[in-house]
């Protein structure tokens, strides 16, 4: 079977982007070469810092790239749909209908005038034909479903009387109104404190479980993804420098981007002066050559490093893009 563009290669999978590349105004690439998949039930990590080009991978997925930002290169397919090439009235369909979003600061995406059970009873009646009185028992149903106690009372209350945690539930049941298979979640516990940043994070591995639902989940705190995650893509410089489980590439990292963040992120057992900043800064938008973005700030770069990125297996669904990768694994147990 093939899809209506002929791509056989992108059927099969909830979501499959392959060799994605994103150009800004003026020519310039800050995403390139990014490929990933995402299965109905999988919660996939993107990571990396900040200006890596996750936001704007997400967005190309979404069909909502900012305007004058485009798909320069690559496919992205959401149930075998090409979302660069896909038509105004199969976007529709998409959005909420098949990929739901959720983004960093929920106050944003809510209206401040509205009682929150309206607003998504809103979203419901976007996406399907029920009566305002479905669809608002439908909201009702979602907001215990992302764990108001007394959702019935709560959907008379207005965005300001919530707290962020609250919100962003909101947000989720807002995203969830059209039954997605895919949620896109893009730092979406970046406003909120460490114990609410939990409770939303476990709310969305239990929705992922529960739903089937796939979930593509951008953090620039590796510890956020690393805590929900089964796969974990990690971005640097609009490149993915490495891929794989999330068990994997914590415990064996193959790049040196990641042995850096692993070494910056805080465990139980570190004190803050363990913290160690990974010296330098990423390259500004477009600046990275055709070689590894890191290698400015990696101790272990040579010649070759800067002429070309070499994408290598290192297991199944596995890849480093560092030309040394054998080099890291043990790195990482002489650290230890
Ligand atoms: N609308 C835009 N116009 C021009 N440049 C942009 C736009 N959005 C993002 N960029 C640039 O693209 C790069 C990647 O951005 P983004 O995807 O937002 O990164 P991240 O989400 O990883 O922080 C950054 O260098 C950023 O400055
Ligand atoms: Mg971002």
Do not use: W
């Amino acid at each position: 079977m093939t899809s209506a563009n002929g791509n056989a290669a992108l059927e099969g999978t909830l979501l499959a982007v392959k060799d994605l590349g994103v150009e800004i105004p003026g020519g310039l690439q800050v995403v390139t070469d990014v490929s990933l998949s995402v299965g109905r039930g999988e919660v996939v990590g993107v990571v990396g810092e900040s200006g890596s080009g996750k936001s704007l991978t997400l967005k190309a997925i979404a069909g909502l790239l900012p305007r004058g930002v485009t798909v320069s290169a690559g496919q992205i397919a959401v149930e075998g749909t090409d979302v660069a090439r896909a038509s105004s009235r199969e976007l529709r369909r998409l959005r909420g209908g098949v990929v739901g979003m959720v983004f960093q600061e929920p106050m944003t995406a809510l209206n401040p005038t509205m009682r929150i059970g309206r607003q998504i009873a809103e979203s419901v009646k976007a996406h399907a034909q029920v009566s305002n009185k479905q669809a608002g028992a439908k909201a009702i149903e979602l907001l215990g479903e992302m764990g108001f106690k007394d959702p019935r009372h709560s959907a008379d209350l207005f965005p300001h009387e919530l707290s962020g945690g609250m919100r962003q539930r909101v947000v989720i049941a807002i995203a969830l109104a059209g039954d997605p298979s895919l949620l896109l979640c893009d730092e979406p516990t970046t406003a909120l404190d460490a114990t609410v940043t939990m409770k939303v994070l476990d709310l969305i591995l239990g929705l992922s479980a529960e739903r089937n639902i796939g979930v593509v989940l951008v953090s620039h705190d590796l510890g956020v993804a690393s805590r929900v995650c089964d796969r974990l893509v990690v971005m640097y410089g609009g490149r993915m420098v490495e891929e794989g489980p999330a068990d994997e590439v914590l415990r064996r990292p193959h790049h040196p981007y990641t042995f850096a963040l692993l070494r910056a992120v805080p465990t139980k057992d570190s004190s803050i002066d363990d913290l160690k900043a990974i010296p330098g800064a990423p390259p500004a938008a477009g600046e990275a050559g055709p070689g590894c973005p890191f290698v400015p700030r990696c101790a272990f770069a040579e010649e070759a490093c800067g002429q070309r990125v070499e994408s290598i297996a290192v297991g199944p669904r596995r890849i480093s893009a560092c030309r040394r990768q054998e080099l890291f694994p043990d790195l990482v147990e002489a650290a230890k």
